[in-house]
């Protein structure tokens, strides 16, 4: 075809030729001389090469117990210091590349690995968790602090309080009252928190040692091991009357109290199989659950064409409440769980233990 293209009469342009013969013009302007072969690298050594023996003594100090644990760049730089030099640092790296060795070769400090919290809580006053959370003010980078101490099989809030600083005196004064007024005895109780600075100061862990509980921190970095006061705080947040802003500490202590009241007495909490943090904490579920279920029972005596799965039975809330549980084999025992998945003055302070 290119052929003919090529052969045609004078007269005739090479654009009708081409539609003529359904040939593309940027065939015609291709070059017909064969494509060059490309380049290859020829397998002769470049005359900037380390002999083998040079390479052998590269190696040799590289794997020397002065820099066995040393980057090339020290070797390099000591060397040099020392009046020698054998090769550049890039030519150090291949070598230890070819040999096995291109990875970290300085001796490092490692890191003990913190262990997963695990707890358990099969009644209230087992296992409480806090934290600590900021609440914004009208007045721009001004904040509270909104201490939260709950119970963990419950949910039940045991203290709360607002305070403008975050330290461990405050966290002190506030789960020493707690735990004196709810009567905790030594041994009981195990308080679980974060890697906050007041959470891990030496002198909160010693008021926490002195009054017989057992600290428990969640590991650095990993906020679902403390997910029951990060749920609560959300909760709070997600309020519909949750003003946002808070004018003074007043208004935000105004604000939690009326809401704490609300969270523990009449929450309707789907943790708890719909009953109120005070009822469980306080013991009134079967007393409630039975009420309910003869509710259930007479709706289900009137209609039972409206229960096809037959007669209701109330739920009650989870026997055992854990943070990282360990795996369960029994599929049985599910029911039994509740897992989570894995600057300012310091203004008045004011403790409130429920």
């Known amino acids: 075809m290119r052929t003919l293209v090529l052969d045609r009469e004078p007269g005739i342009p090479l654009n009708r030729a081409c539609d003529a013969l359904g040939l593309s013009r940027a065939t015609m302007y291709r070059s017909p001389k064969p494509r060059a072969p490309r380049r290859t690298r020829s397998h002769v050594g470049s005359a900037r090469a380390l002999s083998p023996e040079q390479r052998q003594a590269v190696v040799a100090v590289l794997l ?19 009046g020698r030099y054998l090769c550049s640092i890039r030519t150090m790296h291949r070598i230890l590349k070819t040999h096995g060795q291109s990875g970290e070769r300085r001796v490092q400090r490692t890191h003990n690995a913190c262990p997963v919290p695990r707890l358990e809580a099969a009644h209230p006053n087992a296992v409480w968790t806090w934290d600590i959370t900021k609440l914004a003010t009208w007045t721009k980078g001004s904040f509270l602090n909104l201490y939260v101490v709950l119970d963990l099989y419950s949910r039940y ?133 039975s009420a309910r279920q003869d509710v259930l029972d007479r709706a289900h005596a009137q209609n039972p064409e409206r229960f096809v799965k037959g007669r209701p039975l109330v739920r009650r809330p989870p026997s055992i409440v854990a943070i990282n549980p360990l795996p369960i084999e029994d599929s049985a025992m599910v029911d039994r769980l509740v897992v989570i998945p894995p600057h300012k003055e310091h203004t008045a302070m004011q403790t409130n233990v429920l």
């Open 64 to 82: 020397d117990p002065r820099f066995a644990d040393q980057p090339p760049a020290q070797v390099y730089a000591k060397l040099l210091d020392e």
């Open 157 to 289: 809030v045991v203290a709360w309080m607002i305070a403008g600083r975050e330290n461990s005196a405050l966290s002190k004064h506030l789960l020493a009252q707690a735990i004196t007024r709810h009567g905790i005895e030594p041994g009981q109780l195990r308080v679980h928190q974060d890697r906050g600075a007041p959470m891990t100061a030496r002198g909160f862990i010693d008021v926490l040692s002195e009054l017989g509980v057992d600290p428990s921190h969640s590991r650095p970095r990993v906020s679902n091991d403390n997910a029951f006061s990060e749920s609560q705080f959300k909760t709070l947040k997600y309020q519909p009357d949750f003003p946002g802003r808070f004018k003074s500490a007043e208004h935000a202590r105004q604000w939690c109290t009326e809401f704490f009241d609300w969270y523990n007495h009449h929450h309707q909490h789907s943790g708890l199989a719909l009953f109120t943090p005070a009822d469980v904490f306080h013991g009134r579920v079967e007393q409630l659950a």
